[in-house]
């Protein structure tokens, strides 16, 4: 029965007579000349023989393994004939083979030697042989070597001789001859061993009596001693170092030495000693640098000046009470190095004289003084120990400015 209501969601199309409908059994007849040629099924259920399609029936999936024909072998002595395409080619008789065989075999030659062998020398041929060379050689060689090396250490020392002191012609070997001021100090032996126990007695004292034995012009020092004095506080086995220096020399118109080391609390010291008699003494003012005054009292413009003890050094400071044309100008060091006052010597005058003396040679090995007045060479570290005697200075000099007024010697120890 055919619907007459027409159903908006069906979506299939409408059919017609003229469609032609099958089921799944087989695939759709394709119309023929004379008509519409009806699937199987519904020929089958009208009562109707099937009919023959002019097309084979499809015989759907087939699985088939196919192996590849066999070739059959050739017969020996055949040539085998392959065609491709409408070509024919045609493959030359096949020959047996056969082992490789050399045609000619060449025998190896036997080596011979020579009858006089050729002497080789190289590494591949003597590659892992020791030479032996003859005794002669290495010693020949040994001795040139030595003579070689002694040429040398000749030619070098006189070479350095001959910058040294291009004038000297040969070397000399003359005594040394100490000066009568100095004897009786050797630069080592005795006398400074008993410096070295000296030194020790001094710095272990506690008392101003355990001092006094050791010092030089002991009665004279005991008042100054037993106000100034100041133990070095030592330990009881306390000795100077091994690099403590001993010195001699005759500066200041007597002999005496030096020894120079640190104190336990390891600043430095310096401790001057000379002879009386035959006994070894402590110069204590030399030691200690002491003098009429201090320099704190100097620095302050106060008192009448006296003999200091100090370093001196020339120096280019004036004022309009010290003019450059009428006096000479030197710094004067506190021994310590810590304070310092302003010395003048009036030109002409024997202090003058004599400071000018003192740091002339110095002065000569400057090249830049050379040509210059003394009073105007500067000489860099040129400082001397020396005793001064100090006056005061003229009015309107500053309170560090004093008068020079003689200059007693070199270095601190007294005549």
């Given at each position: 029965?055919a619907a ?13 007579p ?14 023929g ?10 020929r089958a ?9 002019r ?13 590849p ?20 080619v045609?493959?030359?008789q096949t020959?047996d083979e056969?082992p490789f065989q050399a045609?000619n075999?060449?025998?190896a ?11 080789l020398?190289g590494?591949?041929?003597?590659w892992?042989k020791?030479?032996?060379?003859p ?5 020949a060689?040994?001795?040139s ?13 006189l070479?350095?001789?001959t ?6 012609v040969?070397?000399?070997?003359v ?8 004897k ?9 061993a ?5 030194v020790?007695?001094y ?8 001092v ?7 009665a ?8 100034d004095?100041?133990?070095w ?7 100077p ?6 010195s001699v ?5 007597r ?12 600043t430095?010291?310096?401790v001057c ?14 030691t200690?640098g ?5 320099f704190?009292?100097l ?16 120096e ?14 030197y710094?004067v ?8 006052v ?7 005058s ?5 400071l000018?003396?003192?740091f002339?040679?110095?002065a ?6 050379v040509?210059?007045?003394i009073a ?9 120990a020396m005793s ?15 008068l020079?007024?003689e200059?007693?010697h070199?270095?601190w120890?007294?005549?």
């Open positions: 029965m007459t209501l027409h159903d908006p969601n069906n979506h299939a199309p409408p059919v017609s003229a469609d032609v409908w099958d089921d799944a059994g087989g695939p759709a007849e394709s119309r000349p004379g008509g519409v040629i009806l699937p199987h099924k519904r259920a009208q009562g109707q023989a099937p009919a023959k399609s097309t084979p029936e499809p015989l759907g999936l087939r699985i088939e393994v196919r192996s024909a066999r070739i059959a072998a050739p017969a020996a002595g055949c040539a085998t004939i392959t065609e491709y395409g409408t070509e024919v045609r493959l030359e020959l056969q045609a075999v060449i025998p030659m036997e080596l011979t030697k020579r009858e006089a062998p050729r002497e020398h590494e591949g041929q003597d892992g020791a030479h032996h060379h005794m002669r050689w290495l010693v060689a040994g001795a070597a030595a003579v070689l090396l002694v040429a040398a250490l000749a030619g070098q020392k070479y350095l001789t910058q040294k002191n291009p004038r000297a040969h070397l000399e070997l005594d040394e001859v100490m000066p009568e001021e100095v009786g100090f050797e630069i080592d032996g005795a006398c400074e008993s410096a070295r126990s000296m020790a007695a710095a272990k004292a506690r008392t101003p009596a355990e006094l034995p050791l010092l030089r012009e002991a004279r020092l005991t008042p100054r001693l037993t106000r004095w100041q133990p506080q030592a330990p009881a086995d306390w000795q170092a091994r690099e403590a220096v001993w020399t005759a500066e200041g118109g002999g005496h030495g030096t020894l120079r080391g640190r104190k336990p609390d390891f430095p010291f310096q000693f000379i002879r009386e008699g035959d006994a070894l003494r402590i110069d204590w003012e030399a200690e002491l003098g009429d005054t201090d704190a009292t620095q302050k413009g106060r008192g009448t000046g006296g003999i200091i003890r100090a370093y001196v050094a020339p280019s400071f004036y004022s309009l009470t010290f003019p450059e044309t009428e006096y000479h100008s710094k060091l506190a021994p310590d190095r810590e304070q310092v302003w010395g003048y010597a009036k030109a002409g024997a202090a003058a004289v004599a000018l003396k003192v002339e040679a110095a000569q090995g400057d090249e830049a003084n040509g210059q007045p105007q060479r500067q000489v860099s570290g040129a400082e001397q001064l005697r100090l006056s005061p200075a003229p009015e309107g000099a500053q309170k560090n400015q004093w020079i007024g200059m007693l070199i270095d120890v007294s005549p």
